[in-house]
């Protein structure tokens, strides 16, 4: 028979009032990178060749290399946005941001939702440009990589959970 108590368990699990994973954004799937590169080849070709029937024949070398650089920078991007992500999580008693870089780094501040505040810096016209997690003099940027109105949308909803903790868990012995 197991018994009731009404004490507390400060290692029973708490329930996440906020949880968001956050990954950069890229518009271009694989598909449509290849469309894009078959693009820049054909253009870069045809002006190369036009350059080559002129006599200059060392341009179309160069739209060549113009072509691989453009192809290099955006594997580069691909591969920074692979495994770049960050993980917040709130609950009564902590505040957890995990940010892993695109090299697998994992850098991660456990924080206390009563003594966090949500600072942002932004401008009129372009919105929010940075979120700061301050708290005991530290800072954290969080979502750097999220556009103006997703930063909005975000801090709206993180700020609702750090109130929601601030308040503190609910206690309904009854149910």
């Given at each position: 028979m197991t018994e009731a108590s009404n004490a507390?368990?400060?290692d029973a699990p708490q329930p996440e009032l906020f949880s968001a994973l956050l990954t950069p954004h890229r518009s271009l799937n694989r598909t449509r990178f290849l469309v894009l590169m078959a693009f820049i080849c054909a253009i870069s070709f045809a002006a190369g060749m036009v350059f080559l029937l002129m006599g200059a024949w060392p341009v179309l070398g160069f739209f060549g290399l113009d072509a691989l650089a453009i192809w290099w920078a955006f594997r580069i991007n691909f591969r920074r946005a692979q495994g770049a992500r960050e993980e917040i999580t709130v609950t009564h008693s902590e505040l957890r941001v995990r940010r892993v870089s695109h090299r697998g780094h994992v850098a991660e501040w456990v924080l206390n939702p009563l003594w966090v505040r949500?600072?942002?810096t932004g401008d009129e016209e372009f919105g929010i440009e940075r979120l700061?997690?301050?708290s005991r003099g530290r800072r954290i940027c969080i979502g750097h990589f999220l556009g103006p109105?997703?930063?909005a949308s975000f801090?709206?909803?993180l700020l609702a959970a750090l109130h929601a903790a601030k308040r503190g868990p609910t206690y309904n012995p009854i149910t």
């Open positions: 507390y368990d400060p949500l600072d942002q700061y997690l301050v109105e997703e930063k801090a709206k909803a």
